[in-house]
């Protein structure tokens, strides 16, 4: 009797967790199996501990899907980002077959080794975005799967990705793949840039937007407004990497002042160089631009 109540039990739980799925013990509990009984289906082969309180069935393949599925009720806000988001959405392509997956979330969190080992995988729990954005904002499954893990939208993406500008991620390849964005929907764009945290990634964003010549740059630049305060953001990298963020802000500049000189107790002035000599070239001081001729420098 007991074994026929244990075989009916093992067909509810293999038609509860569909092949390549992981579950814990708690969802155990959900179908009728007690510790007890799950500790038997260990012995017996049918099923196989992947960490502590999570199984798989027996000589099962884990789908990277299901997994993610699975990690996501453990963490707020779990969601695929950064540049891996750009890729599954279709926007980025010629991707490294072994590049880890950017996973994002609120709250600290560490990856389990059972995925890690199947699915490298790199998880950021950065505060990217101030508590006043709505929960979710530009997050959504893929078309294909309505009920899969969360994925960033390519505007919530572009945002993750320059802010790994300098730590995982390279300056070069972060434009190379920015370049390629043309078709944002700005007013997304903006909302989550009013609400970012910051100010590397709203530098660039804006900044490089202007480079490139995006088609939506102009937008962008005029509903953000550029800083007036500074001339050039300057951040330097714990691998060394220094980024100069040149900013837009033009400031008049004032006319030399003559310069003078004393002549029989008299001040008398005398004609200045309109430019300066720096690095064996001659700049200009009023524009700070160089020059190519110079009658005081040759």
């Not at 109540?5 to 067909?11: A, E, L, N």
């Not at 990690?71 to 926007?91: D, E, N, Q, Y």
């Not at 480079?211 to 060394?240: C, D, I």
């Not at 004609?271 to 064996?280: D, N, Q, S, T």
């Amino acid at each position: 009797m007991a074994l026929a109540i244990r075989h009916k039990t093992i067909k509810t739980l293999q038609g509860a967790f569909p092949r390549g799925t992981p579950f814990d013990s708690r969802q155990l509990r959900g179908v009728g199996v007690s510790p007890a009984l799950a500790h038997h289906y260990l012995k017996s082969n049918w099923l196989e501990r992947l960490g502590r309180g999570v199984f798989q069935f027996s000589n099962d393949t884990l789908r990277q899907d299901d997994s993610l599925k699975f990690l996501s009720r453990a963490v707020p806000c779990f969601h695929v980002g950064g540049k891996s988001a750009l890729t599954w959405r279709g926007i980025r392509h010629n991707i490294s077959t072994r590049e880890p997956l950017s996973l994002w979330g609120n709250g600290k969190a560490i990856l389990p080794a059972w995925f890690t080992e199947r699915f490298p995988a790199r998880y950021t729990a950065r505060n990217l975005f101030s508590s006043t954005l709505s929960s979710g904002f530009g997050l959504h499954p893929l078309p294909e799967t309505p009920d899969g893990v969360l994925v960033s939208e390519p505007e919530r993406a572009l945002l993750e990705l320059l802010s790994e500008v300098g730590v995982h991620q390279g300056i070069e390849e972060a434009r190379h793949i920015m370049e390629g964005m043309r078709s944002l929907r700005t007013d997304a764009l903006i909302h989550l840039l009013d609400h970012c945290e910051r100010v590397k990634v709203r530098l660039l964003c804006v900044r490089w937007a202007d480079e490139l010549n995006l088609p939506w740059a102009p937008t962008l630049r005029n509903a953000t407004g550029a800083p007036e305060n500074q001339s050039r953001w300057t951040v330097r990298f714990k691998n060394g990497t220094v980024l100069n963020i040149g900013i837009n802000a033009r400031k008049e500049r004032r006319p030399p002042k003559a310069q003078t000189t004393r002549q029989g107790g008299r001040a008398i002035a005398r004609e200045r160089p309109p430019c300066r000599k720096i690095g064996g070239r001659a700049i200009h001081n009023l524009c700070a631009g160089p020059i190519r001729r110079c009658r005081f420098f040759g």
